[in-house]
């Protein structure tokens, strides 16, 4: 029996397309709920009893309900390991987990600090705005070097998704960073082709949610 599983997440969140990415990858069935965070829906008891931390993505089936990406992602790695996202091989396999966490831990972190500005939730100061752009500019320094490393262990791995949507964020917040970074560019022009991103893609909730989150950028700047 194939399990049905219901993914709560927001697209533009790039913890959500690793979830939504890896269940098109293994090609899952499932339903895709969009949990407005705009609306705060989020918070709601509802889904905080199937994610009591209130954070997206979060997946449920039957009665089983699991939070915190990688955890999602390595639960559905093992349970559905025909369309394998990781190298077998241990030490490839442990390179993919650091590149694709240092994508969760360092790049997504700095990146929402500046997202959070640019929407006036959590303004920074001039000062420390340039300290985070500094800090982002370093680590992505780093990144692109490591990621030519890792890239070819696996036809698709965590690191995709997590980067095609983190870069997507990272570049409407600072384009200038598309020319300073042509590597990152064209590996996230190669990734919009991915069958697994385009259907996500393609998805009318995941254009509805650009579209809305698009607007209300317009509307901030
Ligand atoms: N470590 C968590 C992070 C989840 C997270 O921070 N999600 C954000 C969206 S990118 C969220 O739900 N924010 C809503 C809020 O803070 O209220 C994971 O990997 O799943």
Redo the contacts with the bound molecule.
């Keep these: 029996m194939s399990d049905k599983y219901e993914l709560y997440g927001?697209p533009?969140?790039?913890?959500?397309y690793?979830?939504n990415a890896t269940l098109e990858y293994k090609g899952l069935n499932y339903e895709n709920n969009i949990?407005n965070?705009r609306k705060?829906e989020?918070?709601h008891p509802e889904y905080l009893e199937i994610n009591p931390?209130?954070?997206?993505?979060?997946i449920k089936f039957g009665e089983t309900s699991i939070?915190?990406?990688?955890?999602?992602f390595e639960y559905l790695e093992e349970k559905h390991p025909d369309k394998s996202m990781l190298p077998k091989d241990a030490i490839q396999k442990s390179k993919v987990r650091s590149v694709g966490l240092t994508i969760?831990n360092e790049l997504?972190p700095l990146t929402?600090q500046l997202l959070r500005d640019q929407l006036g939730m959590v303004p920074l100061s001039k000062e420390r705005k340039e300290q985070v752009i500094n800090n982002l500019e370093q680590k992505l320094s780093v990144f692109s070097n490591e990621l030519k490393k890792v890239k070819d262990f696996c036809e698709f791995s965590p690191i995709e998704p997590l980067f095609f949507q983190a870069w997507m964020n990272v570049t409407f917040l600072l384009p200038n960073l598309k020319e300073e970074y042509p590597t990152l560019t064209e590996y996230y022009q190669q990734l919009i082709e991915h069958p697994s991103i385009q259907s996500i893609e393609q998805n009318p909730k995941t254009i509805e949610v650009r579209n809305l989150m698009r607007d209300l950028f317009m509307q901030k700047a």
């Design positions: 927001f533009v969140s790039p913890f959500s690793l979830v949990v965070l705060g989020q918070k931390y209130g954070l997206v993505p979060c939070y915190e990406s990688w955890a999602i969760t997504i929402a």
